[in-house]
Antibody, heavy 119, light 107 residues
């Protein structure tokens, strides 16, 4: 059974940093592209960042480029999102999502990690 | 960036009726279009990818069609569990983008 379990969500002050983790199981992690998708309270879905199975290729939304870094440790079956210079607009539930067939649509999602940026 | 526009924002349908949801891309995404369903407090669930391929375990009452810039998700006979939010997503071009969503509510 595929499982994605996010952790690391918290309340953080503007300008602060946070690292989200997503522990994956039930599939060959290194074979799958992974993404982070966020959803602000009461709003729609916003793709944040993606990484290829090997970790050699990454992409970012313009809204987070230069502030967020996606990475993965295939030996630990874990995906990460390092978030720096956080803003109020980054407040959202952050979902870890698994790509299907190496592509960038998502057949499994985690339960989400809540990030609140507020003073 | 490719803008995905979903219509209508809200669709009121009676159980057993057909629902037709639209998704338009600001430029061609070929058939690289997925549909998701989301219920309150839950993560999205993949329904359709490749514009028309049902994901594993998705009932046959869900069907997708279209290519290029115009796409449709059809639910042939709405069941109680189908009342939810629906999003389209293009994965043809970076950045990946989602539509704003269509809420399917009970009429």
């Amino acid at each position: 059974e595929v499982q994605l379990l996010e952790s690391g969500g918290a309340l953080v002050q503007p300008g602060g940093s946070l690292r989200l983790s997503c522990a994956a199981s039930g599939f060959t992690f290194s074979s799958c592209a992974m993404s982070w998708v966020r959803q602000a309270p009461g709003k729609g879905l916003e793709w944040v960042s993606a990484i290829s199975g090997s970790g050699g290729s990454t992409s970012y939304a313009d809204s987070v480029k230069g502030r967020f870094t996606i990475s993965r440790d295939n030996s630990k079956n874990t995906l990460y999102l390092q978030m720096n210079s956080l803003r109020a607009g980054d407040s959202a539930v952050y979902y870890c999502a698994k790509g299907l067939y190496g592509d960038y649509f998502f057949d499994y999602w985690g339960q989400g990690a809540l990030v609140t940026v507020s003073s | 960036e490719i803008v995905m526009t979903q219509s209508p924002a809200t669709l009121s349908v009676s159980p057993g009726e057909r629902a037709t949801l639209s998704c338009r891309a600001s430029q061609s995404v070929s058939s690289n279009l997925a549909w998701y369903q989301q219920k309150p407090g839950q993560a999205p669930r993949l329904l359709i990818y490749g514009a028309s391929t049902r994901a594993t375990g998705i009932p046959a009452r869900f069907s997708g069609s279209g290519s290029g810039t115009e796409f449709t998700l059809t639910i042939s006979s709405l069941q109680s569990e189908d009342f939810a939010l629906y999003y389209c997503q293009q994965y043809n071009t970076w950045p990946l983008t989602f539509g704003g969503g269509t809420k399917v509510e009970i009429k």
